[in-house]
């Protein structure tokens, strides 16, 4: 039997209790399969810890982490502490050292969930986001000269490699291909342009290698506006650090809201564990109610089953909470509602015992 290590990092807010429902709903399907199980290994790591301790995680973490076969994360965050000190020295600490350099987000509206446009079929919102995830923008590179005083001059640059720029976009043509659907990139090289003329010129190469694959090339600016008007156009997308960070917020939105929306982090070598989180905050407004919408994170716990081979069951977890959705009759306020993340999280766990 196959024992799939798991590293929960629950963190702030309302990452325990939905991480908790997640947990459920993987115990169950390796309950139901007699073929794999799991292990799970707490870190008490975040913004609590970060009040004790003076850091966001042990100072050996990362070597801690590494034996692990995948992070499940919650969310990390807390009045308190600063948001940039919370999001890089945990979470992008994580994906940086973990060479995690592909984010990919399902933007799928499923049946049952919330339609936010006119003149549009619930099926044309169906795209797989796949957001370069460790340079770009978000390199942490620039300076802060002069500060404070008149003359101040701040730098963020980003950072385009060879490598990193061409594995993210290879990576998307594979996926295109194997799904057997198109892939979009968005830019931006009219108005950036080293950047994203050296972006498109690489997509523009690689796209060689892949002449079955249909493709498309889009600015952001118009791929916002599209992403509204003709979400279809839409299949496989790939995408820069920032353009995809902005333009999956835009996605959840079109896909049922902040509590549906799922992210996984990929090391696609698999020299290192992968990081699998619901992609909303710790939400401290409701922390600690019973409030939280725990989809999301069961939904990323789906990505997970996929990324082990276990993708029957991955489909069994996304095919409850479609199911829980189309019954309308245990869902939290956030959907209009009344029941508890628990209760949710329970609902599921029957739906998937039903359907496999
Ligand atoms: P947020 O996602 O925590 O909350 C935004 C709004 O959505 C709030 O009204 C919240 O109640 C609601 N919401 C979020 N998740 C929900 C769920 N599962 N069910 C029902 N309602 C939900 O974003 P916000 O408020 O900007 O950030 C709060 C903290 O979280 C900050 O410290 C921020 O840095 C951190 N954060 C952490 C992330 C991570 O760990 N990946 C991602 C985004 C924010
Ligand atoms: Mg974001």
Redesign the pocket.
């Known amino acids: 039997m196959k024992t799939f290590k798991i590293a929960v990092i629950a963190?702030d807010?309302?990452g325990p209790e939905?991480i908790d429902e997640g947990i459920k709903v993987l115990n169950k399907t390796a309950e139901l399969d007699s073929g794999f199980r799991f292990d799970f290994t707490y870190f008490p790591w975040g913004c609590e810890f970060y009040a004790k301790h003076g850091k966001m995680m042990d100072d050996n973490g990362i070597e801690q982490l590494k034996e692990f076969d995948a992070i499940y994360?919650g969310?990390?965050?807390?009045?308190g502490v600063p948001?940039h000190v919370?999001?890089w020295e945990l979470?992008l600490k994580i994906r940086k050292s973990f060479d995690q350099y592909v984010n990919i987000r399902p933007i799928k509206l499923l049946k049952g969930a919330h339609l936010p446009l006119v003149d549009v079929n619930r099926e044309d919102i169906n795209m797989l986001f796949i957001r370069e995830n460790s340079e770009g923008e978000y390199a942490g590179a620039g300076d802060w000269l002069f500060k404070g005083q008149e003359n101040e001059v701040v730098l963020q640059n980003s950072v385009f490699s060879r490598k990193g720029t061409e594995r993210i976009i290879r990576y998307a043509f594979e996926t295109a291909k194997r799904e057997g659907r198109s892939l979009t990139s968005i830019s931006k090289a009219n108005a950036l342009n080293y950047s994203m003329v050296f972006w498109d010129q690489v997509f523009e190469e690689v796209s060689r290698d892949y002449p079955e694959v249909e493709t498309a090339s889009y600015l952001v600016d118009a791929a916002a506006m599209l992403m509204i008007k003709d979400p279809k156009r839409f299949e496989v997308v790939v995408t820069s650090n920032l353009f995809g960070d902005i333009l999956t917020d835009l996605g959840a939105a079109l896909a049922g809201g902040?509590?549906l929306a799922a992210g996984a982090n990929i090391n696609p070598e698999r020299h290192y564990p992968s990081m699998f989180?619901?992609?909303?905050?710790?939400?401290?407004?409701?922390a600690g109610q019973g409030?939280?919408?725990?989809l999301?994170s069961i939904w990323s716990a789906s990505q997970m089953l996929d990324f082990f081979g276990c993708e029957d069951y991955g489909k069994t977890v996304l095919n409850a909470i479609e199911q829980l959705l189309l019954e309308q009759q245990v869902l939290?306020p956030?959907m209009g509602g009344t029941a508890s993340t628990a209760e949710v999280g329970d609902r599921v766990v029957e739906i998937v015992a039903s359907l496999a």
């Open positions: 963190g807010g309302i939905v994360l969310a990390v965050g807390f009045p948001d919370s999001l979470l902040i509590g989180e619901p992609i909303h905050g710790s939400a401290p407004d409701i409030l939280a919408n725990p999301a939290t956030d």
